[in-house]
């Protein structure tokens, strides 16, 4: 899709962090948006700050775990432009904790919003895609941790993994139909965003989380530090835009820094061959 002047681009968790990134990079393109967030509060003021700055926003707030308010966002982006050409199914949680220690509330929470929100968008918008002679782009927002996994967040790391498959699967399933839909999957590192400051932050939680263990507290404040050096959440959204332009599937975001990671991954699994 080389022309992103005055299309629509709809991302989900567009709030804050990497989702904010590409709606503050697709704005400074010219495109139009349909930002949505579960966030309400923090999703309007995105909103206004970059209607402020110029760009045309139609924000809905969204709860990506609930299909049938995915389907209200396609047709509330339908309604505002009267077209959708790029869709970031982008939002996501996170938790840490050993698996087996991990409560089942949390399970469902990470797995509804990072691998059903993505389901859900593809479900709600692909169609859409579709029916359009420009055809269109879909972005789904894995992770690094999809590629490869660390412990004390498995929740997470298998959500990711899922949405990197899912994504593989959804290209072959287009280029068989030879369809002018593209499909990207974003697997940042080292991203400055605010999620890290949210873990274990399920909205129904009821009760105080549990306190972590000294091992996983560790963990979580080594992490912390890497993602504050991290790249800013603005870049990101650039190379994701410039993968959209350019019909890339791979979107690695400082990816050269886990060189080593993914290497030993693929030379383990070509050990047991």
Request: charged fraction near 20%; hydrophobic fraction near 45%; proline fraction near 4%.
């Amino acid at each position: 899709m080389r022309e992103l002047r005055d299309r629509v681009a709809v991302v989900t968790g567009a709030a804050s962090g990497i989702g904010r990134g590409m709606a503050e990079a697709f704005a400074a393109e010219g495109m139009k948006l349909v930002l949505a967030d579960v966030d309400a509060g923090a999703l309007a003021t995105t909103s206004g700050e970059l209607r402020s700055a110029g760009a045309q926003v139609a924000d809905v707030p969204t709860d990506v775990r609930d299909q049938s308010a995915v389907d209200a966002l396609a047709k509330a982006a339908l309604a505002e432009y009267g077209a959708v050409h790029v869709v970031c199914n982008n939002a996501g949680v996170w938790t840490m904790g050993a698996e087996w220690e991990t409560e089942l509330a949390d399970w469902e929470w990470v797995i509804a919003v990072n691998l059903f929100g993505v389901v859900h968008g593809v479900r709600s918008f692909v169609p859409v895609l579709l029916d359009q002679p420009e055809g269109g782009h879909v972005v789904n927002t894995a992770s690094m941790g999809g590629l490869f996994a660390g412990p004390f967040i498995g929740p997470y790391s298998a959500t990711k993994h899922a949405v990197v498959g899912l994504s593989k699967s959804l290209r072959a399933e287009l280029a068989a139909r030879g369809a002018n839909v593209g499909v990207s999957v974003v697997c940042p590192g080292e991203i400055d965003t605010p999620l890290v400051h949210k873990v274990n932050a399920r909205p129904d939680r009821d009760t105080a989380a549990p306190e972590m263990r000294p091992d996983v507290q560790g963990m979580l404040g080594a992490m912390r530090d890497g993602l504050a050096r991290g790249m800013s959440p603005r870049d990101a959204g650039q190379i994701v835009l410039e993968a959209v332009r350019e019909g890339r599937f791979w979107v690695l975001p400082n990816g050269a820094h886990h060189m080593d990671l993914l290497r030993n991954e693929m030379q383990e699994l070509f050990a047991a061959i």
